[in-house]
């Protein structure tokens, strides 16, 4: 599929506004990662835009460690298998993140 078919695509999907499904919402985002990466590689190297794609997935969507202790190993810090990063919305509302 070249650039600008997948513009289309993407301008196409966009029409939905709200109403969009579940499934035209992953192609937009497939889609628009693609535009993206083919657009930022033409200027940078690939393995930088890599990397930031990758961040932009990753962010936002959990939260640093959140208790000061492991909950399996009494006065260890948290790691991954001990759920350190919870999601911000599960937290109470009057937690500091």
């Known amino acids: 599929m ?4 997948t513009i289309n695509k993407v301008i196409s999907l966009s029409e939905f506004k709200t109403e969009i499904s579940a499934e035209n919402a992953q192609l937009l ?3 628009i990662k693609i535009i993206f990466d083919e657009i ?6 690939e393995r930088e835009v890599r990397r930031l794609t990758t961040k932009f997935r ?3 969507r959990r ?3 959140w208790r ?15 759920g350190n990063r919870i ?3 599960l937290l109470p509302p009057d937690h500091k993140f």
């Open 2 to 5: 070249t650039l600008t078919q």
């Open 68 to 82: 000061p202790t492991s909950s399996r190993v009494p006065g260890r810090p948290q790691d991954g298998s001990d």
């Open 40 to 45: 930022m590689c033409k200027k940078y190297p």
């Open 58 to 60: 990753d962010a936002g």
């Open 63 to 65: 939260s640093a460690p």
């Open 29 to 31: 985002i497939k889609y």
């Open 87 to 89: 999601n911000r919305w």
